[in-house]
Each structure stands twice: as C-alpha cells, then as structure tokens.
C-alpha cells in the first residue's frame, strides 16, 4: 500500500485507500476440495503445499449461505454412498465444488466436479441436492474431471437442471455468468469498482474493453458510449458476456462488438478507440497491446486500468506516463484478511 501511495505522489497523481466495507461473510464465490470418507465427507481448502485438506464447516469469510450449501452437499454425498476423491491413489468420485450466488445471496450456482467421463457415474446425486437446495438453485452442473492433475475443473461439462448462467444487476445493467466465466468473489466493493470505472468514462466514448470477462464493466456504459468493443479469451466469459449483449436494449446492442481471443492479438483495436479499459490478470498487459498502448495515437485520451498485480502495473506504469500521465490510483481491498490489493488507476492526456 505505503509503495503504491508512494508511486502516485511521485507522479503527481491522486492517491486514494477504499475503506474495508464487511470482513466477514463477503465472500460469494468458492471453490471446496471433497476429500474423506462417504460416511464423514470433508470440504475445505488444502494445507499450503500439502493435499491434506481442512474441513472449514462454518468459514467466516464465506458468506453463511455458502457455508449452508456446503453442509448440503456434505449431507447429499453421505445418502449417496459416493466417495470423495483421494489425490495418492486416483481414486473415488466427488472431487471439488464450485459454489456462487448472486450478490443478494438468494441464488445459487453449484457445480459438482467428479472423477469420471459422464455425469451418470453421479446420477444418485442430483435429485438430492435439488432436493436440499429447492427454489434457491439456479442452476446445477457437472463437471468431469477425471485426469490426475492438480486444476480443479475438467473439460466435460453438463447442466443438470436450472439456468446455464446466474444473472445478477451490476450498476443498472444485467450481467450473465455461466459456471465456467470468471467471476469477482467480492461482488459489493467490484460493484464499487464498476461505479468507479463509469465516472471515469466520458460520455459519447469509443470504448473498448480489453480482458472483458463477462463484460460488467462495458455493459455497464453501453446505453452512453458511442460503441463499446470487447475483447475476451475464456469460453464461459463470452458466452456470458453475449448473453449480457442480448439483454441490453436494441439500441445499445447494435453499438457493441466482441473480438475473441488473446488481448495482444486485437492491440489494433486500440487506434479505434477514445477510451480503453483494461483488466488483465496478475502477470499484465500482453506485450503486443502495452506497446500499442505507449504509442497511443492522439484519439485515445483515457486508459482505465484495473489491476489484480500491483507490481506488474507499476513497471508498465512507468511505460505509460510519457503518453499517458497517471491521474488517479484508488487502492480497493477486494479480499479482507489478506496482503492483496486491486488498483485502479486512471491514465489521460
């Protein structure tokens, strides 16, 4: 914090710390290890560097109806008989669950993670978590995963019942996740962050989002930009973010594209643009599009970064300014309890 606060005054830009709204219970996203017995299931995270799991039955960082689907679940794999996975032998059936609500925490999304090929291996099991979980189950899916690695999803995937994506309302605008999207795990300060990113936008803007996800951010100003210009690689993010393209009103829609694929592959969509949000992951910029961003042309006036790696962007920080002088850094504390931080910092000629 103090070396980022430090960064901003140095290049005379506005400096900013969010205040740390809720600490506990913020969490609406988790990804659980099923490890155990089918008679004493466990769900949790695993030690640091080890496989050996930590039942977490009542986290206090998960928001309370998490913890509840994961009693759920637990409850449904012991009238199963199923067995949870076992990492040495390759063995058993239940490995991971995904977990998201809405922001209001009256949906859920679940998304059950078995070593096997098919969903019929589990077939005994859905009934039951419909059944535990009722109305408040927006969607239910499968995920195969029987490879011996260490990634929690695999490749096969299957919609049970319910919804393909969770919709939520983000800054007046609706917002599409299907299972396999990203997704933000604090949604009341990335709401914050989404108001933030629009008062930065002028209006009438050519605005082109690079790393859109499922496209909060762009959707969000789609009703007074002049053409809004996604660029996305995930698969379940662009189905997300064309279901959120679907939802705007006609008018809005026909001023959007997507460009599919690595943001360094569309770093010409830069010379379109008069505003440019980006959002990349730790690592940073690709190369491809941070060149095209330090040789901006004149059109474009405003970069509007938000970074997940303040050490990546102060380095590519330091490339922009000659083109782009930084204004603003606001530091927001997506994750409460611990050192990481999410920067986000206007750039404008």
Not at 69 to 76: E, I, M, Q
Not at 104 to 114: F, G, K, M
Not at 217 to 225: E, N
Not at 247 to 273: C, D, M, Y
Request: proline content about 7%; charged content about 20%.
């Amino acid at each position: 914090m103090q070396r980022l606060q430090r960064f901003a005054e140095e290049a005379s830009a506005r400096f900013a710390a969010v205040p740390i709204g809720t600490a506990a219970g913020y969490r609406h996203r988790a990804r659980l290890a099923v490890r155990g017995r089918a008679a004493s299931p466990k769900l949790g995270l695993f030690q640091a560097g080890t496989h050996r799991i930590v039942d977490i039955p009542a986290c206090l960082v998960h928001h309370p109806r998490i913890n509840a689907v994961a009693d759920a679940v637990k409850a449904a794999v012991r009238e199963s008989g199923f067995s949870p996975y076992a990492d040495g032998p390759h063995r058993g059936l239940i490995r991971y669950v995904q977990v998201m609500l809405d922001a209001a925490a009256e949906h859920v999304q679940l998304v059950v993670v078995t070593n096997s090929d098919v969903p019929e291996d589990v077939s005994a099991l859905w009934p039951l978590l419909q059944d535990r979980l009722g109305a408040s189950l927006q969607g239910l899916f499968w995920n195969g995963h029987p490879t011996r690695d260490n990634a929690v999803l695999g490749s096969h995937w299957q919609r049970i019942a319910g919804e393909p994506a969770l919709g939520e309302t983000i800054c007046g605008t609706r917002v599409f996740f299907p299972p396999d999207a990203f997704a933000q795990n604090n949604p009341a300060v990335y709401r914050q962050i989404v108001a933030q990113v629009g008062s930065w936008v002028p209006d009438g803007s050519d605005l082109v989002e690079f790393y859109a996800g499922v496209g909060a951010i762009g959707l969000s100003q789609s009703t007074r930009a002049r053409s809004v210009v996604f660029n996305e690689l995930g698969e379940g993010s662009l189905r997300g973010l064309s279901m959120g393209i679907e939802a705007l009103p006609k008018a809005a829609a026909s001023r959007t594209r997507i460009h599919s694929g690595r943001a360094g592959e569309h770093a010409n969509l830069v010379a379109q643009a008069t505003t440019v949000v980006v959002d990349p992951p730790r690592k940073g910029l690709d190369t491809e599009l941070l060149d095209a961003l330090c040789e901006a042309p004149p059109r474009l006036q405003t970069l509007i970064y938000l970074s997940c790696g303040p050490e990546a962007w102060m380095e590519e920080a330091r490339r922009l300014q000659p083109v782009l002088p930084l204004r603003e850094v606001i530091v927001h504390d997506l994750f409460p309890w611990t050192g990481h931080v999410e920067v986000l910092a206007r750039f404008a000629r």
